[in-house]
């Protein structure tokens, strides 16, 4: 276990803190979404949190928050998903599927699937034309 510990975490050019929070809560990564097209990706935590970050490539790949969006309802966040550039969808670990806009940083929709009918695992979309 080790050697894959060291296999994954040696030739890393940038690292972050991931939720600088008041609270004083244990974040752990449990979903990671790059955006496509873009420098940005985005994490969600065991805490319920989603953030947006950005790597600059230009500045020795350094990494920068972009942008934190509300907590999620009732749940650590299990699984994203990107739409396009400024919207992307997330699930939590009470059922709850949430839509949020980058751009606005708000969240247009929140709908609740029940947890009695398991974790989400996978999302697929379709793009209606």
């Known amino acids: 276990m080790n050697r894959i510990d060291l296999d994954?975490?040696?030739?890393?050019?940038?690292s972050i803190n991931?939720?600088?929070s008041e609270e004083k809560l244990t974040?752990?990564?449990?979903?990671?979404?790059?955006?496509?097209?873009?420098?940005?990706f985005l994490v969600g935590t065991n805490t319920g949190f989603v953030e947006l970050y950005k790597v600059d490539a230009r500045s020795n790949a350094s990494i920068s928050q972009q942008g934190r969006?509300?907590?999620a309802p009732n749940?650590?966040?299990r699984h994203i998903e990107t739409i396009?550039?400024?919207?992307?969808?997330y699930v939590t670990s009470s059922g709850h599927i949430v839509v949020e806009?980058?751009?606005?940083?708000r969240s247009p929709a929140n709908f609740s699937v029940g947890k009695e009918r398991?974790?989400?695992?996978?999302?697929?979309?379709r793009n209606s034309t």
């Open 8 to 14: 994954f975490t040696e030739g890393s050019v940038a």
């Open 18 to 20: 991931v939720v600088k």
């Open 27 to 40: 974040h752990k990564v449990l979903a990671v979404r790059p955006i496509e097209f873009t420098d940005s």
């Open 69 to 71: 969006f509300n907590r």
């Open 75 to 77: 749940g650590e966040v």
């Open 84 to 89: 396009s550039e400024s919207v992307f969808v």
């Open 101 to 105: 806009d980058i751009r606005s940083q």
């Open 118 to 125: 398991g974790l989400v695992s996978s999302m697929v979309q």
